[in-house]
T-cell receptor
Framework: DGGITQSPKYLFRKEGQNVTLSCEQN?????MYWYRQDPGQGLRLIYY???????QKGDIAEGYSVSREKKESFPLTVTSAQKNPTAFYLC??????????????FGDGTRLSIL | GIQVEQSPPDLILQEGANSTLRCNFS?????LQWFHQNPWGQLINLFY???GTKQNGRLSATTVATERYSLLYISSSQTTDSGVYFC????????????FGKGTKLTVNP
């Protein structure tokens, strides 16, 4: 079935450690997005990519990094510079960028916690 | 940037009741979506509705873009409707960013 797969579902990070969250889609979508959700809050945009080998910062990019080497994959690295990384992370994709009026579809998320 | 306000923040219903959730936004939009986040965190796309009216079973949505609001109607609510409902918009000025409201938490009691 076509969809967006995020892994792992749960992840624990030690102090000073970088961790990478995986996001893979087989929908042949051009655009991919990473969001962060804190308890009781809406989603906030971390990074997005409209095409392979290109990505832009969202509203809360500090302490995070991404890459887009393949159309299907958009991994997110939470670096040690992100001092409050505990959150629920959601990956999304759309056929084209939002300027083309395309709906976004979401993966099931990764819950990241600090040990 | 564009602002999104959802109301009410919390809603408790008895099974079988109807409800209306509201989303107000501060600028013109070219993208508006309603999502349901279930208790496990999964975000389900309910409607893509930058304007007009759509229906899907017991759910329907209406967006009046000229007046900058959207409504989500849930009829004959079921316990499985519980969760948080989010409205998200992208501005009409060519913005690629989907801005989320803080959501309406719905609890449907048996």
């Amino acid at each position: 079935d076509g969809g967006i797969t995020q892994s792992p579902k749960y992840l624990f990070r030690k102090e000073g450690q970088n961790v990478t969250l995986s996001c893979e889609q087989n929908l042949n979508h051009d655009a991919m997005y990473w969001y962060r959700q804190d308890p009781g809050q809406g989603l906030r945009l971390i990074y997005y990519s409209q095409i392979v080998n290109d990505f832009q910062k969202g509203d809360i990019a500090e302490g995070y990094s991404v890459s887009r080497e393949k159309k299907e994959s958009f991994p997110l690295t939470v670096t040690s510079a992100q001092k409050n990384p505990t959150a629920f992370y959601l990956c999304a994709s759309s056929r084209h960028a939002l300027t083309s009026n395309q709906p976004q579809h979401f993966g099931d998320g990764t819950r990241l916690s600090i040990l | 940037g564009i602002q999104v306000e959802q109301s009410p923040p919390d809603l408790i219903l008895q099974e079988g009741a109807n409800s209306t959730l509201r989303c107000n936004f501060s600028d013109s939009v070219n993208n508006l979506q309603w999502f349901h986040q279930n208790p496990w965190g999964q975000l389900i796309n309910l409607f893509y509705i930058p304007s007009g009216t759509k229906q899907n079973g017991r759910l329907s949505a209406t967006t009046v873009a000229t007046e900058r609001y959207s409504l989500l109607y849930i009829s004959s609510s079921q316990t499985t409707d519980s969760g948080v409902y989010f409205c998200a918009v992208a501005g009409g000025g060519g913005s690629e960013k989907l801005v989320f409201g803080k959501g309406t938490k719905l609890t449907v009691n048996p």
